[in-house]
Structures are given as structure tokens and as C-alpha cells.
């Protein structure tokens, strides 16, 4: 399909982790190996809840090799993978657009993160939880019709 020349249309992201610590408000799940200190969850979204989907066909997950599988490809939304571990570790996430949009996937880098430090780190010590979120823009120079098409679709 052509390109749009002179436009670029831009999408809003966000990527990253929430993670929970092991307690009794939140048990290890069953079969998770026993020295699992918590449950976790790596994501792509849309920051306002929008459907990813309509331009994004799927997202890869690459964890540590210490998991099994640790190349997660998921292909519906919601684009996420829930875990339990032990240690922090840096997740490759591959964004895959639909086909025959012409769009090259693009690649982020996420530093899982488990321990409290930083501003929250109180607060965080308090309720176990800590996340790390990333806010992101994906700019589209020149797209092609159908991929504008999906870019723009309601
Ligand atoms: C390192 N940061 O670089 C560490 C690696 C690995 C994390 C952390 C459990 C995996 C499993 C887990 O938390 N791995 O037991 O299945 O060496």
C-alpha cells in the first residue's frame, strides 16, 4: 500500500511491571517454585484502555532463560504475561504491527523491577507493591494507507 507522505501520527504507550510480594494477603500460587518471593506482571497498553490491537498484531516477551519458555508471544490483548520470581532481570519486549502495514516492529527494553527504592519506597515497603511504568510515543513517519487507516480507526 502507498505512503502518506508529509504525516506522522504518533500513538501513546505505556510498558511495564507491577509486582506484588509473596504474603498472605497474596499466597504463592500453587506450583510455583517455593523460593518465589513474588507475583509479577509485564505489560503493553494504551494509557487511556483503548484496543492496542487495531494496529498491534502481537508482543514477545523475552524473560530470563532461568523460566521456562521464557519467549512469551502473545497475540491478543491483553499483551501481558503474569509470573512469580525471585530476582529482577531486563525483559525484551518486541512490538509486532499488523501485516502488510509496512511497519518494521520496534523493540523496548524493561528492567523488571521487585524491590522498593526510589520516591515510593516507604509507601511500597508498607503494601508490598511496587511497579515501574514507562509512558512512550510510537511515531509513524509516512504510513502507509492501511496502516493510517488503522492508526486512525475508532
Ligand atoms: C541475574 N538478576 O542477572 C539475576 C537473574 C533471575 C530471575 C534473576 C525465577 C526463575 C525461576 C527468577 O526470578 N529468575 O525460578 O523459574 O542473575
Not at 502507498?2 to 511495564?16: A, Q, T
Not at 520470581?85 to 509486532?96: D, L, P, R
Not at 509507601?123 to 508490598?128: D, F, H, N, R, V
Request: charged share 25%; hydrophobic share 30%; glycine share 6%.
Amino acid at each position: 500500500s502507498r505512503r502518506i507522505k508529509n504525516i506522522s501520527i504518533s500513538k501513546p504507550i505505556i510498558y511495564g511491571n507491577v509486582a506484588q510480594k509473596i504474603s498472605d494477603t497474596n499466597p504463592l500460587p500453587e506450583g510455583a517454585p517455593a523460593d518465589h518471593t513474588h507475583t509479577w506482571k509485564v505489560f503493553v497498553a494504551d494509557p487511556l484502555g483503548n484496543d492496542l490491537s487495531s494496529y498491534i498484531r502481537k508482543v514477545v516477551f523475552k524473560l530470563h532463560e532461568t523460566y521456562n519458555n521464557p519467549t512469551r508471544s502473545i497475540e491478543e490483548p491483553p499483551f501481558e504475561v503474569s509470573e512469580t520470581g525471585w530476582g529482577e532481570f531486563e525483559i525484551v519486549i518486541k512490538i509486532y504491527f499488523n501485516n502488510d502495514c509496512g511497519e518494521k516492529n520496534i523493540t523496548f527494553y524493561h528492567h523488571l523491577k521487585l524491590h522498593p527504592y526510589g520516591p515510593n519506597m516507604e509507601e511500597s515497603q508498607k503494601t508490598g507493591r511496587v511497579e515501574s511504568i514507562l509512558f512512550d510515543e510510537i511515531v509513524f513517519n509516512e504510513p502507509t494507507e492501511r496502516m493510517f487507516r488503522l492508526l486512525t480507526a475508532k
